[in-house]
Every structure is written in C-alpha cells, then in structure tokens.
C-alpha cells in the first residue's frame, strides 16, 4: 500500500488557497494548512473558518521582526504601494518550509496564479520565490502547474499533474467556474488583507522609513492609528481620530518599547490626544497643542492642555499656529 502523502497549504482564506486546498483533497492528499500574518495583515480575515469549512487543521504562524527589514528594504524591491510582495512571499515560503519539516509533510501547495498579480506572480517572480526560499520543487502551484515546470510530488506520481491546472492572468471567471464545481457556497470577493498595498497606510510607512531613526516594530504599530503629522525629520505628531484612538495612543505611549517622549491632553476642551515621537522641545510641543486645537469640537477663550513628558507632567496654554493649521497629514502628502 502507497504512502498516504501530506502536503501545507498556505491558507489565506481567499479563492484561490481554498481551490488548491480542495484540489488535494481530490486527490487523495492530506492537507495541513498554514494561515501567515503580519503586523500588516488585517484582522477580518476569513481563514478560521475556511480552514474548517474544508475540514483541515489550521495553524497561524505570526511575523518575527526580521519581517520589518523586508519592508524597510526589500531585495525585490515594492508593488505599487509599500507591500514587498516577493520578498514577503519568499519569508512565507520559508516559515512554510520549517513548519512542513516539523509537521513531516512531503511538499508545499499555494494558490499562486501565473500574471495574476503584477508584483509577485509573474512567471519569472514565482520561479524567483521558489529559488529563495530554498523549496525548489517542493513548490506546487496546483491553479497553473500546467504552465510551470514539474515538481516533485507530479514526478513521483504523489499527485496527478493532469488533474491540475493551467489558470493564467488576471481573470477569476475559470477560478470562480471551478468554486461552483466543488460546491463553493461562499466565494470571497478578492482582496490582499494587507494594509501594505493601501495608498494611504503606504505613504505613511515611506514618511517612516526615509527618516533617519531606525524604525522598530513600535513605530509600525503606530501607524495603524490617528493622524500623522510631519514636524521635522526626527519628530512626528499622532492625533487620535476617537476616544478609542485616544485610549489605544496612551497604551502605546506606556508601553515597554514605546518610543514616544510626550502625550498631550486637552485640559479644558474637547479634542483629541496628542502624541509626540522625537525630541519634546519646546516649539514641537507648542506644535502638537495647536494641532489639538485644529481638530478640536469647541475651543474656550483660554484653552489649555496637560503634557506628560518623562521630566513629570504640566499644564500649558495651547495656542493656534499657522504651520498647524495648513499641515497635511502624511497620508494625504
Ligand atoms: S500583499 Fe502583503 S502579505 Fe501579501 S505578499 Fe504582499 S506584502 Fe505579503
């Protein structure tokens, strides 16, 4: 009797990990499925309950930091916004790799389809993946193995190249075609889940990590919050968009990594929180209060805010500034 063959699937929860997945399991093949976050991926995913509609065991392996180089500067440079997607691709692969050793599975399956997307799947990008990732033909593509050179687990006869397929380009309709085929109730509408390739996250991890300070994770997390506001190439000012935010600025200003020097608080009016990253002088401070007041609902005659900076905690007049009042945010630049 042959030897029942495992394989890891990368499980995003869109379309196309679900085909390969049902793909192997047309095949005779055991499926483990490995869901990969980041501080980037965002949290509405809908990779839990695939894994269980598909009736596989789940595990979500998260980032290390090392993850942050790539995104300060990728090896294959970015998409079309901050999202090294080749790069990233070829971290996962890796981590997918550790974890089939572990788990004594005999190959790698992803939803990878040739020219489906510009940045990562390009013939020449996935055999770039495979390379660097050091999996070689352990890497199967089951939506266009046709198109691609043969693997392993199609040498050995583990899986049934004829059954596999040829997809191409941008186009879901055959992806969509073979959903229905397999009695897909639920077909998600594309998307990356990553914040990476938003216009607006983008131009706030590029604001970052041109600025001479190293940016370390703190920095990252941050961006995912409030109004970011350039003072000058060592400093920057956050402003939460709600009491939420407002709260959420506090935890991070608290934290142990934190790298923020100063929060400021409107004393006497409403408006949002404040945070400061980089040298709490004078003028910066004087800088955020008056932004405060920019996006204040009601400002009194004399309104003033508290500032807790690591030398203790004081009460401040805030005053207005024209620098204040033109500034964009860095998402808007
Ligand atoms: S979209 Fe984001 S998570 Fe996906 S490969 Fe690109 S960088 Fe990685």
């Not at 839990?48 to 995104?71: C, F, H, I, K």
């Amino acid at each position: 009797m042959s030897k029942q063959r495992r394989c890891v699937a990368l499980l995003s929860g869109g379309l196309d990990s679900m085909l390969v997945i049902r793909i192997m399991q047309e095949q005779g093949i055991e499926v483990e499925a490995l869901n990969f976050k980041t501080i980037f991926t965002c949290c509405q995913d809908q990779s839990a309950q695939t894994a269980r509609d598909l009736g596989v065991r789940m595990t979500v392996v998260g980032q290390e930091d090392d993850y942050l180089d790539l995104v300060r500067k990728p090896a294959f440079g970015y998409g079309k916004g901050a999202n090294p997607c080749v790069d990233c691709r070829i971290y996962m692969f890796e981590r997918a790799k550790a974890f089939m050793q572990q788990v004594g599975a005999d190959f790698i399956v992803s939803g990878e389809v040739v020219g489906q997307r510009p940045m990562s799947q390009k013939r020449k990008d996935l055999n770039v993946i495979s390379y660097h990732s050091d999996l070689e033909d352990l890497l199967l593509r089951p939506l266009s193995a046709k198109l691609l050179p043969m693997t392993l687990p199609e040498r050995e006869g583990w899986v049934d190249r004829e059954q596999l397929y040829a997809f191409e380009g941008r186009s879901r309709k055959g992806l969509i075609k073979l959903a229905r085929k397999f009695g897909f109730q639920n077909i998600p509408t594309p998307s990356t889940g990553c914040a990476l390739t938003e216009p607006r996250f983008s131009r706030k991890v590029f604001d970052l990590i041109e600025m001479p300070t190293v940016a370390q994770r703190w920095d990252f997390e941050l961006l995912k919050l409030g109004r970011h506001f350039r003072y000058n190439e060592l400093t920057k000012v956050i402003l939460g968009r709600d009491l939420e935010e407002n709260h959420r600025l506090i935890g991070l200003h608290e934290g142990a990594d934190a790298r923020s020097t100063a929060i400021l608080w409107p004393e006497n009016y409403y408006g949002p929180h404040a945070m400061l990253v980089g040298p709490p002088t004078d003028d910066a401070l004087e800088f955020a209060a008056a932004l405060t007041l920019r996006y204040a609902k009601e400002v009194p005659d004399s309104p003033r805010v508290r500032i807790d900076t690591a030398a203790g905690t004081r009460v401040e007049a805030a005053r207005p500034r024209e620098d204040a009042a033109r500034i964009q945010t860095v998402a808007t630049m």
